[in-house]
């Protein structure tokens, strides 16, 4: 098992609301990258977060952000929830530009009725 | 656009079989090509490829990169049912170290 951790591990939402997620990164790393993956895809990448600061962003609408905190956790929100974000929500928590050392959480499972 | 494609989507195989998983890519400023192996959730690191040609193995499992042709191979033999998982291949980008993934080929090991 990795050390980091991902909260809840389901949830269940109403079309319209808004969620949080969260991600513990594992211990000296900086970076947390997010992805969405839905059922029998592969993960698409949201954004990343370095040092607090979003360094890169996927095809997602606004209405997908984050942060990142001084510790380096982050947190993923997604407002006005669509039926289509239904999907498994990974997190990765590595050294910036090293994506071989990353290490992925257990992922929540968000579906939204 | 980049993209990364993985064929085949699904393959179901005897015990001891021997399989081939491919995954051919496009993608402007190709750094790496990586495996992943997904059981249920957390994809686990399986091998990081950069250059053509040189085989990276591990027990039964053994990839090779083509970037001349723009594909890999994950080839595992003597299968067993633990190898049972979804295989994933991603690309990094050298541009912005970002993964572009493929959809994965979902392997069923009968016993």
């Known amino acids: 098992e990795t050390g980091v951790t991902q909260s809840p591990t389901h949830l269940i939402k109403t079309r319209g609301q808004q969620v949080t997620l969260r991600c513990s990164s594992q211990s000296g790393h900086n970076t947390v990258s997010w992805y969405q993956q839905a059922l029998g895809q592969g993960p698409q990448f949201i954004f990343q977060?370095?040092?607090?600061?979003?360094?890169g962003r996927g095809n997602f609408p606004p209405r997908f952000s984050g942060l990142q905190f001084p510790n380096y956790s982050s947190e993923l929100n997604v407002n006005a929830l669509e039926l289509d974000d239904s999907a498994l929500y990974l997190c990765?928590?590595?050294?910036?530009?090293?994506?071989?050392?990353?290490?992925f959480g257990q992922g929540t499972r968000l579906t939204v009725v | 656009e980049d993209k990364v494609v993985q064929s085949p989507l699904s393959l179901v195989v005897h015990e001891g079989d021997t399989v081939t998983l491919n995954c051919s890519y496009e993608v402007t400023n190709f750094r790496s090509l990586l495996w992943y192996k997904q059981e249920k959730k957390a994809p686990t690191f399986l091998f990081m490829l950069t250059s053509s040609g040189i085989e990276k193995k591990s027990g039964r499992l053994s990839s090779i990169l083509d970037k001349k042709e723009l594909f890999s191979i994950l080839n595992i033999t003597a299968t067993q049912t633990g190898d049972s998982a979804v295989y994933l291949c991603a690309v990094e980008s050298s541009s912005n170290y970002q993964l572009i993934w493929g959809a994965g080929t979902k392997l069923i090991i009968k016993p």
């Open positions: 977060y370095y040092r607090e600061e979003e360094n």
């Open positions: 990765a928590s590595s050294l910036q530009g090293r994506n071989t050392e990353a290490f």
